[in-house]
């Protein structure tokens, strides 16, 4: 079946544009994620969707980071004002169960944003 | 919150040779630790869990250890094949999330 989307998958933008990201998680999956990835980093967590609501958005970076997802599927990262600091891969992932990081998250390929 | 240390940060082993990679996590109450093998521009994707339940977990090649006591857990990888040349990264839950390890680069040479 189709696994976890996201476009574009290339993003060049320059210093103080905005920027939108999008994820299409697996089909049924309730629990949505977000993780952001530096160059030869780990995965930092940005945003838990559980449906259309976010309960945790402790990871967000600051107040330009602000995500949104509706149907309880497909979920928009925007990045206001971004910052060369901003430049990143942005993954999402998608669980069935929502509640719990103990079941499987599936990643998408990411989008790689670079801001000049 | 949970704190996840991974070591080493590269590996280079011969073709045919054992790797391990190892984790340590700060909260005793998790129960669930996934390994993730990430290729060059590639998504990361699962190749083995386990859950504190029990203390090893085996698939082919591929197994992963436990030690609740200690609070650590490995990542075993034998007979290694150039294609297991790739990051991995443990996990461990936090909060709704999963806390990453910083992944460790692993060259398996010919």
């Known amino acids: 079946g189709a696994g976890v989307s996201q476009s574009p998958s290339n993003k060049v933008t320059e210093k103080g544009k905005d920027v939108e990201l999008r994820c299409d998680p697996i089909s049924g999956h309730t629990a949505l994620y977000w993780y952001r990835q530096s160059l030869g980093q780990g995965l930092e967590f940005l945003i838990y969707f559980q449906g259309n609501s976010a309960p945790d958005k402790s990871g967000l970076p600051s107040d330009r980071f602000s995500a949104e997802r509706t149907g309880g599927s497909v979920s928009t990262l925007t990045i206001q004002r971004t910052q060369q600091e901003d430049s990143a891969v942005y993954l999402c992932?998608?669980?069935?169960?929502?509640?719990?990081?103990?079941?499987?998250?599936?990643f998408g390929p990411g989008t790689r944003l670079t801001v000049l | 919150g949970e704190n996840v240390e991974q070591h080493p940060s590269t590996l280079s082993v011969q073709e045919g040779d054992s790797a391990v990679i190892k984790c340590t996590y700060s909260d005793s109450a998790s129960n669930y630790f996934p390994w993730y093998k990430q290729e060059l521009g590639k998504r990361p994707q699962l190749i083995i869990d386990i859950r504190s339940n029990v203390g090893e977990k085996k698939d082919q090649r591929i197994a992963v250890t436990l030690n609740k006591t200690a609070k650590h857990f490995s990542l075993h990888i034998t007979e290694t094949q150039p294609e297991d040349s790739a990051v991995y990264f443990c996990?461990?839950?936090?909060?709704?999330?999963?806390?990453f390890g910083k992944g460790t680069s692993l060259l398996v040479t010919p």
């Open positions: 992932a998608s669980s069935f169960l929502a509640g719990s990081a103990s079941d499987t998250q599936y």
């Open positions: 996990a461990a839950p936090s909060g709704y999330a999963l806390n």
